[in-house]
């Protein structure tokens, strides 16, 4: 069974410093795509980044990068300059065929 | 291009009854999928719906269904509410079934008392 897990039910970081959100997957799978989804309080998730299986390189959007490494079916996502405007519940999720799945979230929390 | 819109917003309801989740979906889209939202079980997959057709079905009992449209829209329907049913309802829209990105709506909060 496909499954995501997100160790970190909580992080904190300090604004402008840099944070990582860890996530790893359990497929048999070798074409899937994996995204990070973040849910700002109160307001609707949106995506933030996502990860092609079959691309080697690493995917970055702005100030979110994800350090992928498909053999050890791991996925994490860095946040540079943190900023307050970051904080929210981060959503690993993973994708193949036309199944979603989706980790237990991190709830981030950026410290003036 | 309008986002994903769900009504209602907020519904509260009581044990024994049973409701209707409505969603629209993304102008051009046609797969919409259903998730529910819990502080514990995270996110969980409900079903998703392509052209009028569900493709998919997550581990949920009988009392959960749902249809599609001919113009996308979706409704979800939960009968026999019970309190454990309490949770964020996501509705979520993409191209269809094998496109990579979801858009969310922002959800329904049901609560049954």
């Known amino acids: 069974a496909q499954t995501v897990t997100q160790s970190q039910p909580e992080m904190s970081v300090q604004e402008a410093e840099t944070v990582t959100l860890s996530c790893t997957y359990d497929t048999s799978e070798s074409d899937y795509y994996l995204f990070w989804y973040k849910q700002p309080p109160s307001r609707q998730m949106i995506l933030v980044i996502r990860?092609?299986?079959?691309?080697?390189q690493n995917a970055t959007e702005n100030r979110f990068s994800v350090n992928f490494q498909k053999a050890a079916k791991s996925f994490s996502l860095k946040i540079s300059d943190s900023q307050l405007g970051d904080a929210a519940m981060y959503f690993c999720a993973y994708r193949t065929g036309n199944q979603f799945y989706f980790g237990t979230g991190t709830s981030l929390t950026v410290i003036p | 291009k309008a986002g994903v819109t769900q009504t209602p917003r907020y519904l509260i309801k009581t044990r024994g009854q049973q409701v209707t989740l409505s969603c629209s979906p993304i102008s051009g889209h046609r797969s919409v999928s259903w998730y529910q939202q819990t502080p514990g079980q995270g996110l969980q997959f409900l079903f998703e719906y392509f052209s009028e057709t569900q493709r998919n079905k997550g581990n949920f009992p009988g009392r959960f269904s749902g249809r599609q449209f001919s113009n996308s829209r979706s409704e979800m329907n939960v009968s026999t509410l019970e309190l454990g049913d309490s949770a964020l309802y996501l509705c979520a829209s993409s191209l269809g079934i094998t496109e990579n990105e979801q858009y969310f709506g922002p959800g329904t909060r049901l609560t049954v008392t």
């Open positions: 990860q092609e299986a079959y691309k080697q």
